[in-house]
T-cell receptor, first 120, second 109 residues
Framework: GAVVSQHPSRVICKSGTSVKIECRSL??????MFWYRQFPKKSLMLMAT?????????EQGVEKDKFLINHASLTLSTLTVTSAHPEDSSFYIC????????????????FGPGTRLTVL | GIQVEQSPPDLILQEGANSTLRCNFS?????LQWFHQNPWGQLINLFY???GTKQNGRLSATTVATERYSLLYISSSQTTDSGVYFC???????????FGTGTSLTVIP
């Protein structure tokens, strides 16, 4: 249990196009999901908190118009990188937490496998 | 914001050796987890350990919340243990994790 998936795993796009990344909780419902960004050989940086049914909360310095987040259902959050540029190339990872005490998990977060975005 | 520092940043071990990785955090936390990031980028949950000690096979972890640090012990290391180890902390109850700087471990045969 507690599996989080992401799609696509890898995407290459041209500068100026938009790219959508999906994050799904496969065996639990998640009212909140999180999006992280990781540069090569660096740590993960929290970008935003995705809230089902309401607007996302962005960390300081993250452009909300560049990184659009939609939490369409209790099992799906999407991150759209709009008008992508080469500096947006990165590894994007989402996470979610199963409901408290569900399946023996309590406050433990689980991460998707990540999406590697390359903007040419 | 909260600062999370890990040490050492890099570590090379001979197969079979033991090691201790450290995670220091600058403020009180509600949650703390240790992860192993494999070469493909997947974060694998090792421990959920906001306090106390846990063991799972060759790995164990201890968090001393009052002193704001956590330790990850790896015993009898294997080449498959290679990768980057992260600790992540949640300073509030919002489940927003802030990651440490990471320790890159290489185990050589």
């Amino acid at each position: 249990g507690a599996v989080v998936s992401q799609h696509p795993s890898r995407v290459i796009c041209k500068s100026g196009t938009s790219v959508k990344i999906e994050c799904r909780s496969l065996d639990f419902q998640a009212t909140t999901m999180f999006w992280y960004r990781q540069f090569p050989k660096k740590s993960l940086m929290l970008m935003a908190t995705s809230n089902e049914g309401s607007k996302a909360t962005y960390e300081q310095g993250v452009e909300k118009d560049k990184f659009l987040i939609n939490h369409a259902s209790l099992t799906l959050s999407t991150l759209t990188v709009t008008s992508a540029h080469p500096e947006d190339s990165s590894f994007y990872i989402c996470s979610a937490r199963p409901p408290a005490l569900a399946g023996g998990y309590y406050n433990e977060q689980f991460f998707g496998p990540g999406t590697r975005l390359t903007v040419l | 914001g909260i600062q999370v520092e890990q040490s050492p940043p890099d570590l090379i071990l001979q197969e079979g050796a033991n090691s201790t990785l450290r995670c220091n955090f600058s403020d009180s936390v509600n949650n703390l987890q240790w992860f192993h990031q494999n070469p493909w980028g997947q974060l694998i949950n090792l421990f959920y350990i906001p306090s106390g000690t846990k063991q799972n096979g060759r790995l164990s972890a201890t968090t001393v919340a009052t002193e704001r640090y956590s330790l990850l012990y790896i015993s009898s290391s294997q080449t498959t243990d290679s990768g980057v180890y992260f600790c992540a902390v949640d300073p509030n109850t919002g489940n927003q994790f802030y990651f440490g700087t990471g320790t890159s471990l290489t185990v050589i045969p």
